[in-house]
């Protein structure tokens, strides 16, 4: 497997979203280990999450969220895709009807 080495403001976006997990962490007064353990992870992963590391899973931040009591941010990804809106309206097809001609209708 190959790795892939990210934009940088992909890899200031992951940065920033381990800062807010791990803020999120210490305003819940949790120690890594008790989040770690209740995360089902270790540390040393708990400490790469909070790192916005890109080589852990997204199970594994996922499972830090729930423990955080958090699982439900996960839902706002691409929740309001507005490109992808843009892109699927640009390509859709209306079908218009042709006009009725009320001649022929009228002479029958």
């Not at 770690?36 to 540390?43: D, K, P, V």
């Not at 830090?64 to 390509?91: S, T």
């Amino acid at each position: 497997m190959t790795s892939k080495t990210l934009l940088p403001l992909h890899r200031r976006m992951l940065l920033e979203m381990g800062e807010n997990i791990k803020m999120a962490r210490l305003r819940r007064r949790l120690t890594t280990t008790q989040v770690a353990e209740r995360a089902n992870i270790t540390r040393t992963t708990l400490y790469a999450i909070e790192r916005g590391a890109e080589t852990v899973s997204m199970g594994a931040y996922f499972s830090v969220l729930v423990a955080l009591r958090l699982e439900h941010d996960i839902l706002l990804l691409a929740k309001d895709d507005e490109f992808g809106r843009k892109l699927q309206d640009a390509e859709l097809v209306v079908k218009k009807r042709a006009p009725k001609r009320k001649a022929e209708h009228e002479g029958k």
